[in-house]
């Protein structure tokens, strides 16, 4: 069975897309920020590549943090914890990077992610967006889980081309080339 | 043989429910906060996946930590050890996240936990009851033990419904979606 | 040939039982309580079920402390140091927790343990003692090394009751369900 | 396809070549730099060789700070993080020595590197230039990626003698002894 | 060929005894305590049996320290470091515990070591003197190294009687019972 | 090929002698010392008998600081990494000791090491030099890269008295049995 949408936006909560040896599924990652002492907390079994594009993901977050007029001592005075359900089944793969991204923004400005969104893409410490695979899956797994928008990366373009259009039919498909552009679309206004 | 009920309700001791291979069993999980300097202790042969449960549940219980009036430098000041008896069997797996998290937050609130009750179910970091595995095991180990209330996921209602009558007679089986239900029904008046 | 039992009460020195391949054997378990930083240091060769009864002792005695007039920062100013001889001989299980728990009380409280008392039990991080194994192989031990009482869990009383009167015939077992009890059997008055 | 140069100059990117079984590729290393208490964090799967010689790199800056006005305590109030996309292919070897401390330098001065210039060359703690491998592939690499210059190491000369000039055509292939020729021509006047 | 004695007493240097395959072999301990911060460090290729015999010799020096005048906040003010050379030789097993901690001593007071003794024996958190293995051996290599006196564990008289008088010739063995009688023989007067 | 010597005297380099499979070679230690907080870093691919010599080396140097007027706090107040190019060469082994130390003290003191010289030894905790193996190929290597004088310990004598004349022609070979002698040698008047 799917995990269908959210109903409602919420904070620090943003569902990515996974592509396994079954099919797609889509990955409600959250993340919780609390007063700490600037640790990095991540759990449900991510594998060190996954851990590595986490941790691009909020140094990328730390350079731009006073564009959305964070603290300078917000990282040293808070923890961040991402955990990514289901806590028994391994997840690797540098794909959830800007949907981690996304859902540590969403808990450090309280501003909530779009319920109806979910997105794939590497991060890169700059912001940039880098291609991945499963995509025909993924859509799919998006669709089913009654998701209206999915981001993929722009260099993605030509294997989006590649799926027919009746899988496609219903997800309003936005390519995106760094942050900037994926925040713009996830977070709720 | 089975370990019985608690006789009176205790703070800082919860009921958990186990699948093994030779069947179901009850694990009381218990949680000591000392004064100290926020360490997190976790022991008793715990897996990977039942650690990060536990990192889970203590995030959990630290976002929603002012509705209970626990004072902000309360985890920096204080440690907290949840162990596991019998010290010797490897325990792993996410179900116990539901009850390890009921045990901390009674032993930092002082409120004791229902010494009938018993649960099972994954936590995630937002406080969502997740679906587990080995229902009817685990029910009727409850059962033997003397309980008389079990929570267990919304989302295994069907696995529920597929137990025989016969089975979960003289067992209240509650569905439980969040921990704000579980700490309801599990917590002391 | 046998370590035989101590000829006065000492501080920080107890005395439990273990069971190997070639019978049973007493352990002389030491701790030294030194000023420090609150350190916690293991060793002789023990494997990780027994250094976790361990530490299930050393937090069961933190939540103890008050009613032994143990300062609240006694456990930040000074480091514990638990060894077990000889030093390389590899040593695990749970039934040493009760033991080891003994000998750090002694040393925290300067209480000497009795030179003719040996103990086994698995220790929870509330103090309850928890069945053990080799029953038979550690009485006769005990006997040897010319022991006077032994503690064992309550829970173990059926087994108790299987060895023949021949071997249990000169040693004085106790029952025990607690540390309170474990206690006021081996301090020194 | 081949990523291809930048259009601009940018501050903490430098392009460095790398040799894979299948031929040469260009590796955008990017460096970003935040206050913080000191931390090298390294991402982008990179095997211990090269986090050594990113290492070595930041050892050689530090020794070399003053010169650019960079202040004493810089290094314990920053953290730096150098990411290499893309994160799931696993990167060794010493060659990226120059380029990572060529986009760290950029990082802490603000001064661009220019984004038609690609390097290839182990570093030593002393900023010396020690000869690396595959010069043919990198080369080609380099071309296909609109580079225009291309620092290889002064001792590989005879390498890139063997190379022939249909490859190295329209490439400006500049020997380098030491890390301040490598500056001199990589950062933007 | 073997190492053989010093000439003169040295300070923080004692001589140990070593059982290996090819029969037996004297070891110089040496030991450095430098101003530092309450490190402790162990080099030398040493096992994790010697690693824990050294830390138990660390902790009964520290139970002891007033005896000797050592202030308070010695062992936090300073780092000590053992090395055994030869440093690819690994070497494991308790025996150089008494060694180790009489050079410790010798380091932490000043008092040079005598340099025509060398000892072998397990030492206990409480500074009992374990028996060993190797006797004869040992004694051999002591006396072609030139050492006078050898200082066994008193539980090893038994060993001891067995070693053919021809052997024992020329070296006075001693029987020691714990760290007391150990200083007694091998700190120079 | 092999890495001539330098031409001229260098702070904190300082050449070492290596013995490999396919004879020997020289290895140009490097040392860096930053203001820092007392961490030292161990680069290029050694081995952990080799990282044991290095800390050897370094307790023997803290040591001896007085003598060479280093202020008491240096050690607290700087960083040491030690470096040895080529980076991807997997080294290990005692024998770089005495080298390693050399460049060491001179990159503290900021005393040159003169270019013309090559030494190999094992270094104790205490500075005497310790004998090493493979004298033949290091002796040939050296003269080779154009050496003039060569130390080695003063107990491989006999090893160098079965080198052909025809090989040690133009080496000046020094027997050394401690660092004040190897310091003696190698650093420039
Ligand atoms: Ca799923
Ligand atoms: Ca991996
Ligand atoms: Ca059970
Ligand atoms: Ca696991
Ligand atoms: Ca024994
Ligand atoms: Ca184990
Ligand atoms: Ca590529
Ligand atoms: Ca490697
Ligand atoms: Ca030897
Ligand atoms: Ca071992
Ligand atoms: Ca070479
Ligand atoms: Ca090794």
Do not use: C
């Not at 990282?75 to 359900?85: G, L, R, T, V, W």
């Not at 540098?94 to 501003?111: D, E, F, Q, R, V």
């Amino acid at each position: 069975v799917f995990d269908m949408a959210n109903e409602t936006d919420e904070i620090g909560i943003a569902r990515g897309l996974a592509w396994t040896s079954v099919g797609g599924d889509t990955l409600q990652i959250e993340v919780n920020i609390m007063p700490g002492k600037g640790e990095f907390r991540l759990t449900g079994q991510m594998g060190d590549v996954m851990k590595e594009s986490a941790q691009a993901g909020i140094s990328f977050l730390r350079s731009i943090s006073k564009e959305y007029k964070i603290q300078d001592d917000f990282f040293k005075k808070n923890d961040i914890h991402i955990h990514i359900p289901e806590g028994a089944v391994p997840k690797d793969g540098p794909s959830a990077g800007i949907t981690m991204a996304t859902a540590m923004l969403s808990a450090m400005t309280k501003i909530p992610v779009r319920a109806d969104v979910a997105m794939t893409g590497e991060i890169t410490l700059r912001g940039r967006v880098l291609p991945v695979g499963g995509l025909k899956e993924k859509i799919l797994a998006a669709k089913n889980a009654g998701i209206k928008m999915v981001m993929v990366p722009a260099k993605n373009k030509r294997d989006i081309a590649e799926i027919s259009q009746e899988i496609k039919k219903g997800i309003d498909i936005r390519y995106v080339e760094n942050m900037t552009e994926v925040l713009e679309n996830a977070l709720a206004k």
